[in-house]
């Protein structure tokens, strides 16, 4: 891509603009009737700040509404500083292009980059550790599940290094050893001394509290329905609270960094190169992570178990059930939580800690949002339904207006007539694409002339 994408979201409209005005009017006056204490009024206000947002919600508004209650308590000071024993980063201001230099006149080249997981002991060719009793199995556990973050991590610091807003798509896959590795292409020519020096640098402290040491294994803490509490089976105290836990926290639980070996390079786009380069983005994402992992020797197998064991103690977010093992109640904790059982994929044995959002992608990579691509796909099909004949006008959605429908309004028609008119309705419209494919195609045997126009 060589020209710059243009995102510049759509001016707000006098009606939202307005709207907006109101909200902060009433927001205004919600904060000095709190200030009063008079609760009737201010609970009334609130209710209809709530109206407004859902009107700005239809009118198109994205992101989040600045909430009405002014903060009451300090966000929790973490230092900035950076760690001894990381190195320095030089930074430059962060221009607004994404498309990375032009070299010669005509040359582009983009970056393909593969980022690896440290060594947590040595494998043998199948992935297996060697000495499966020195394999450090809890921070594999943890790097596994904090992988995500530290690759956030990278992007950022690779911004602020060379200086434009670099775009990328990337995967994130297994590696023999099971631990998660990285595949990214990035827009624009990066130096692969850059590239190492910003790797070596980039770190992600996970500041929860500590976890080393499982408190509960045999007598789980019990759920206490008066205080609505977790609390310790023998004494019936409560256990530390989510809140009270992070504010004790003085030093991370957990540093992630990535592991001294980086592939990096250039590429031009269009040449067989690239090709390859696409395919290895691209080789396991119609597989599920469960058939990457699997283990094909008795030897892999004893190794993804231990792994499993370790991950089913790593706590994988601040709502994990797995909390309680170590004697804290996590965020968000009720009566339906049983002590470390956790839905969260991470501590699944089919995949091994690997994220689930396994594609990432950066906004402007394509220089379209989703609603562009929605709108691509749509005009596709209507330009294909065109060729046969078949017209499909843009209904006038302007005049409408949307609202839940009550459950008592007797212009509603039955729920299974709904069900089956929407069936109909699809396998009419899969009736017709399939009549423009037909048609696209030519008769059979004749000459492969396509009538529909490349996809974007
Ligand atoms: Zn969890």
């Known amino acids: 891509m060589a020209v710059e994408p243009d995102l510049t979201p759509d001016a707000p409209s006098e009606v939202q603009t307005e709207l907006l005005t109101f909200r902060a009017d009433l927001v205004e006056s919600y904060r000095q009737v709190t200030e009063s204490g008079d609760e009737v009024e201010a609970e009334e206000l609130r209710a209809e700040i709530a109206t407004v947002d859902e009107e700005l919600r239809q009118l198109g508004m994205r992101g989040r509404l600045p909430s009405i209650d002014l903060p ?61 009793g020195t394999y450090d199995y809890r921070r594999a556990a943890r790097d596994a599940v904090h992988f995500s973050a530290l690759i956030d991590r990278w992007y950022q610091n690779m911004r602020r290094v060379v200086g434009f807003d670099a775009q990328y798509f990337a995967t994130v896959e297994p590696q023999k050893r099971a631990a ?69 926290v003085e030093d991370p639980a957990h540093v992630v960094t990535f592991g001294a070996q980086v592939h990096s390079k250039g590429i031009l786009g269009g040449t067989a190169e690239s090709g390859r380069h696409i395919g290895y983005l691209t080789k396991y994402l119609t597989k599920s992570t469960g058939e990457v992992v699997e283990a094909t020797s008795a030897r892999q197998a004893d190794h993804h178990d231990r792994l499993h064991a370790e991950l089913s103690v790593t706590p994988c977010s601040p709502r994990c059930a797995v909390w309680l093992l170590y004697g804290i109640e996590p965020k968000g904790a009720n009566g339906k939580m049983t002590p470390g059982h956790c839905k969260g994929r991470a501590h699944r044995r089919s995949t091994l800690g690997l994220p689930g959002r396994r594609v990432l992608v950066s906004r402007k990579w394509s220089g379209k949002t989703l609603v562009d691509h929605k709108a691509d796909r749509k005009a596709f099909v209507r330009q294909a339904l065109a060729v046969v004949g078949i017209e499909k006008p843009e209904p006038d959605m302007s005049r409408l207006l949307w609202r839940k429908v009550e459950s008592n309004d007797p212009q509603v028609p039955p729920r299974a007539h709904l069900v089956m008119r929407a069936i109909a309705e699809r396998i009419t419209w899969k009736a017709e694409y399939d009549r423009a494919l037909l048609a696209a195609a030519g008769p059979p045997g004749g000459q492969e002339t396509s009538a529909i126009p490349e996809a974007a």
């Open 180 to 248: 998660p590795h990285l595949h990214t292409a990035i827009r624009g020519s990066i130096s692969h001394e850059v590239i190492r020096m910003v790797t070596a640098a980039t770190y992600h402290q996970v500041w929860w509290p500590n976890h080393d040491r499982v408190v509960y294994v045999d007598r789980m803490p019990l759920w206490d329905m008066g205080k609505r509490v977790f609390v310790d089976p023998e004494t019936r105290e409560a256990l530390t609270s989510w809140d009270d836990a992070v504010d004790q």
């Open 72 to 132: 009451t308590k300090k966000a929790v000071k973490r230092s900035t500083k950076r760690r001894q024993d990381s190195p320095n980063l030089p930074t430059r201001k962060v221009s607004k292009t994404t498309v990375g230099r032009e070299y010669a006149g005509a040359y582009r080249p983009s970056m393909f980059v593969t980022l690896t997981c440290d060594t947590y002991g040595k494998v043998r060719g199948d992935g297996a550790p060697a000495d499966p």
